[in-house]
Nanobody, 126 residues
Framework: QMQLAESGGGLVQPGTSLRLSCVASKWTLDYHAIAWFRQAPGREREAIACISANSARTLYDASVEDRFTISRDDGKNTVYLEMASLKPEDTAVYHC???????????????????WGQGTQVTVSS
């Protein structure tokens, strides 16, 4: 069974950048779409970005599409989320998730994802 572990979160000031990593173990990321979700206190979980197994397709939530970039390095079994121009409203626990999906497909629906990481906290505050 695949396991996912996120890292890279922290406390940062508005306007700065962070890179989150999602590393898979016990299974390869090949043939899996990967998505990043986040959940802030008192708010529902929301999909931020996803990337297809062949990297041909990426989708972003409108709130981050000009600031965040999702990428993958299957040789390292890792997916990244580069976050720039961070805002206080980006504060949340960020989770990555994996979905066995067709090569050029990724979903922004959490119900499609079978494997989840524990999350990493991102706090944006001055």
């Amino acid at each position: 069974q695949m396991q996912l572990a996120e890292s890279g979160g922290g406390l940062v000031q508005p306007g700065t950048s962070l890179r989150l990593s999602c590393v898979a173990s016990k299974w390869t990321l090949d043939y899996h779409a990967i998505a990043w979700f986040r959940q802030a206190p008192g708010r529902e979980r929301e999909a931020i970005a996803c990337i297809s197994a062949n990297s041909a397709r990426t989708l972003y939530d409108a709130s981050v599409e000009d600031r965040f970039t999702i990428s993958r390095d299957d040789g390292k079994n890792t997916v990244y989320l580069e976050m720039a121009s961070l805002k206080p409203e980006d504060t949340a626990v960020y989770h990555c998730a994996a979905d066995q999906a067709p090569d050029d497909y990724c979903s922004q629906d959490a119900r499609d994802y079978e494997t989840w990481g524990q999350g990493t906290q991102v706090t944006v505050s001055s």
